[in-house]
């Protein structure tokens, strides 16, 4: 498999955007992964779905992705701008800020990045764990369900509070841009279900702040009681699952 194709998949990144170019430096211990999209594709507008083309684009940014492999993962992309004629101009949301959206959930997490592990890594058997970006990939996806249960059930009662928030759940927070960090902060300031949720996929982070085994293993069963004693039913079965795989986890 192609260096390129291995990242995608790692990455989830699906068409119109694909990997140009990946330059990895072992000696650093980081990889720097350069995201475009096929030119003359048509991107919806975010309010009305209008198919709009491009143009123009962002400067380049770079962002901080987790590790991969315990390298330290730099994504570079231009984020494509489109002008609808009835919205105005409007900056695209590549798949990548949404990119810890998990797949459907169906899907056993696991396969695709064990398939994608053996192909690249020759004896990838004995070398595979699950680290931190597929962790808390499952984490992301639970704090997702959570928030479209919850807001289906205020909807119900007439409170649409949670209405056009669903990335200010699965954005870190230092990737929350800075024109949402008030409305984000005044929600955390709520008693949402979705916020408690958060708060138990964010703190599940600090088991990679553990450098001996036996610690990690000691918060993670402090973090397990936590989540499993949540009453989220989505952040229960995240863990249970967790558990289940903990001893591939990489610390
Ligand atoms: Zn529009």
Same mark, same amino acid.
């Given at each position: 498999?192609? =260096? ?20 990895? *430096? ?35 940014? =770079?962002?901080?992705?987790? *590790? ?82 919850? #807001? ?19 954005? *870190? ?29 964010? *703190? ?24 499993? #004693? ?22």
């Amino acid at each position: 498999m192609k =260096e390129t194709a291995f990242f995608a998949q790692i990455l989830g990144i699906t068409r119109p955007w694909f990997i140009s170019k990946v330059i990895l *430096n072992k000696e650093a211990q980081r990889v720097d992964i350069y995201v475009e999209h096929s030119s003359g594709f048509a991107f919806p507008c975010p309010e009305c779905q209008r198919l709009c083309s491009v143009y123009r684009h962002t400067k380049e940014r =770079e962002f901080r992705h987790l *590790n991969i492999f315990q390298i330290a993962t730099f994504i570079h992309v231009r984020l494509p701008r489109i002008n609808c004629p009835g919205h105005g101009v409007k900056q695209i949301i590549s798949g990548l800020e949404e990119r810890e959206r998990v797949q459907s959930v169906a899907m056993d997490m696991w396969d695709p990045y064990v398939a994608a592990t053996k192909a690249y890594i020759p004896q990838a058997q004995k070398k595979i764990t699950f680290d931190r970006y597929h962790v808390m990939r499952l984490l992301v996806d639970a704090v997702d369900k959570v928030r479209k249960q919850e #807001h289906r059930d205020l909807t119900e009662h007439g409170n649409s509070i949670l209405k056009g928030t669903k990335y200010l759940w699965l954005w *870190n927070e230092e990737n929350i841009p800075e024109y949402r960090r008030e409305e984000f902060e005044s929600l955390r300031s709520m008693d949402l279900k979705v916020c408690r949720a958060r708060a138990i996929k964010d *703190n599940l982070r600090h088991l990679w702040d553990y450098h001996k085994e036996g610690w990690m293993r000691g918060y993670f069963s402090r973090w397990y009681f936590w989540a499993t #004693h949540s009453q989220l039913i989505p952040i229960i079965k995240a863990a249970k699952s967790l558990k289940s795989h903990v001893d591939n986890i990489a610390c």
